[in-house]
């Protein structure tokens, strides 16, 4: 387990260094902050002293050299748009996406096992079919279209939860509604597909022939088998949902990590960049050992 | 029994394209999926053609003109835009830069995540390990992120886009293809034709390659939907395709600021994008029967157990 561990985090360590070196040269090509952050009417002296008090006159080696050794004491250089360390302004909009993913998927989760089950217990039936009837369309609609219209339905037209914004619990309600449907539609679809292939098992039939309740051949027999591939599912959505909600977020003006990276980006907030992608590529990683370990949990016969 | 001689009749008259017509028939969803993409593609293709100087011509006395409204013509049926642009015009256009970029993107992706799979499943060499690193490499960021930060930093160009999202899937067919591979190669019709003298490339090409191509088949229809979500989700943000050329994508983030009085601009383009998806979604399940020899025959027949 722990060789297992290790050669992950070589392999993500690999890649998250050449992605950090690939971003800090693209980044620093695409135009100088300098114009974004002074008025246009600012003297060549002020541009200047700008310039030197953010080190952005020396050449790009230089200002590498000088990110990595500051790295290397656990300094990730400040944002430049809040005058404060790059990592508290990630971190405090990582909380917020964490909880966003963790209610979405915890929702999904239950409403799909549930959900999918069930379907698979009478494949044909009219459950079934108005299950899988919803769950092809929540996997084909676009989020930010859903969100679009869910804002005219609820916002514009009711006029029953905000738009945009946190404070109250209502503010959640449209962020998470819109980001549960799609993990929603193709998790319902694997645990139905999963659960049908279980339910036909040998093992299945012998319980069903000493007459265990329907109810507990799904949940006790068969879920426990049927979750390897949903899992997997689970995870890579959770993880779409903590790096990619970007469109959610900046539909709903919600604080988290996706609209900061686009604003951070626009902005050419070099320092905030570079600490949101070290903090969602650690998120990933630790998201995936999760799921070795669920898999290692849930079948026995997996050892790492 | 009435079923099997049917299908023992059906195969005595009909030629390959009939029978893939009839499987098709016997699933009614994916047969108007099929359809419904025929139609898309075409609009694609000739859309353009027929249309670019109705979709571009603006009409300020028709702003933002209410839907299933045919007093000015067939082609406002779906309403105009904000510059009195015919909505059905536009969707239509749009559907030539929509299909484009995904279809870019998938070709390339798979082709070129194929030909590693291969190599990779294939040679036993230290650069089929370099190439699963590298996949790996690929994955552990999630695409949408690593698009959007190179489309900010390079110009949102057609090009980019494409290229962007073909490397972001790329190891989904690299990894398909290698696992596949390994399990092909140590089959008895392999060891056979390399007993027989037949050189590598004989090998991939003609006895691993055909039958891991359905399986490549099915995963890239899918694919063909997620990516174009992705190029939506990447014009809507607006770093995708850039006006005056328009997509599905673009088109709702145009309508956006007008949400409160006009509906329809956001919502047709976006019905445009869930309609294709949810095709594709349902052509890709019926691909998956239909190409699996095993499977074959529920389709054949008839499929009642599907409609």
């Known amino acids: 387990m722990k060789s297992f561990i290790g050669k992950r985090a070589i392999a993500s360590g690999v890649s998250l260094v050449v992605l950090i070196v690939i971003v800090f040269f693209l980044s620093r090509l695409t135009g100088d902050p300098t114009n974004l952050y002074l008025p246009i009417d600012a003297t060549q002296e002020m541009r200047d002293q700008f310039r030197q008090m953010h080190g952005f006159n020396d050449p790009l080696i230089v200002q590498f050299g000088r990110y990595v050794m500051d790295l290397v004491q656990g300094n990730f250089g400040n944002s430049l748009r809040q005058a404060r360390p790059a990592m508290d302004v990630v971190l405090e909009a990582f909380t917020w996406t964490l909880w ?98 279980v339910l036909s098992s040998a093992y299945v039939k012998t319980a069903r022939a000493k007459g265990v309740q329907s109810r507990s051949i799904i949940f006790v027999h068969g879920l426990r088998n049927a979750m390897l591939p949903v899992i997997t599912v689970i995870g890579d959505q959770a993880a779409a949902i903590l790096n990619g909600a970007v469109v959610v977020e900046t539909v709903f003006g919600f604080p988290g990590i996706g609209k900061l990276m686009i604003d951070s980006i626009l902005l050419r907030d070099f320092a905030v960049v570079l600490a949101v ?9 630790i998201m995936n050992l999760l799921i070795d370990l669920a898999y290692a949990l849930l079948d026995p016969r997996i050892r790492y | 029994m009435t079923d099997t001689q049917i299908l023992a009749e059906r195969k005595k008259s009909n030629g390959p394209i009939a029978r893939w017509f009839a499987m098709l028939w016997a699933d009614k969803f994916a047969f108007f999926a099929a359809l419904f993409l025929l139609i898309v593609v075409l609009c694609a293709l000739f859309g353009p053609l027929l249309l670019d100087a109705v979709a571009t011509k603006q009409n300020l006395r028709g702003r933002n003109a209410p839907p299933f409204d045919i007093t000015r013509g067939w082609l406002y049926i779906l309403g105009a835009d904000a510059l009195g642009r015919p909505l059905l015009a536009r969707v239509v256009v749009a559907a030539q830069n929509t299909m484009l970029v995904a279809a870019a993107a998938v070709l390339a992706s798979s082709i070129v995540g194929t030909a590693l799979g291969l190599i990779a499943g294939y040679s036993r060499a230290s650069a089929a390990q370099w190439i699963m690193r590298l996949g790996d490499v690929i994955m552990s960021f999630p695409s949408l992120l690593l698009a959007v ?82 190029e939506s989700s990447l014009s809507f943000l607006g770093i995708g395709i850039q006006a005056p050329e328009i997509t599905w994508g673009l088109m709702v983030a145009q309508g956006r600021p007008y949400l409160t009085n006009a509906w329809w601009l956001s919502f047709w383009p976006g019905l445009a994008i869930i309609l294709t998806t949810l095709s594709l979604n349902l052509l890709s399940n019926w691909l998956r029967i239909a190409l699996d020899p095993t499977q074959r025959w529920r389709l054949e027949m008839g499929g009642r157990k599907h409609g």
């Not at chain 1, 980001?179 to 597909?193: A, E, N, S, T």
């Not at chain 2, 293809?177 to 390399?194: D, G, S």
């Not at chain 2, 027989?196 to 006895?207: D, E, K, L, P, Q």
Request: glycine letters at 6%.
């Open chain 1, 100 to 197: 966003l993913a963790v209610i979405t998927m915890v929702l999904v989760t239950i409403a799909a096992i549930v959900i999918g089950s069930l379907a698979a217990f009478r494949v044909g039936g009219v459950f079934d079919r108005i299950a899988t009837f919803f769950s092809l369309i929540g996997a084909a609609a676009p989020d930010f279209w859903v969100a679009i219209v869910a804002i005219v339905i609820f916002a514009v037209n009711l006029h029953v939860l905000p738009t945009s914004g946190t404070g109250s619990v209502w503010h959640w309600v449209l962020p998470v509604g819109v980001l549960f449907i799609r993990p929603f539609g193709l998790i319902l679809q694997v645990v139905r597909g999963s659960m049908i292939s």
């Open chain 2, 149 to 230: 930060i190179v489309l900010y930093m390079l110009e949102p160009s057609v090009a980019n886009i494409v290229l962007v999202l073909a490397i972001t899937r790329i190891p989904i067919y690299l990894r398909t293809t290698r696992a596949e591979v390994l399990e092909v190669r140590e089959r008895m019709f392999v060891q056979a034709a390399k007993v027989m003298g037949a050189s590598h490339w004989r090998i991939v090409f003609c006895h691993i390659l055909p039958v891991i191509f359905p399986t490549l088949v099915t995963i890239a229809t899918l694919d063909f939907a997620f990516v174009m979500l992705a």
């Open chain 1, 277 to 285: 992608i070290m903090v969602s590529a650690l998120a990933i990683f």
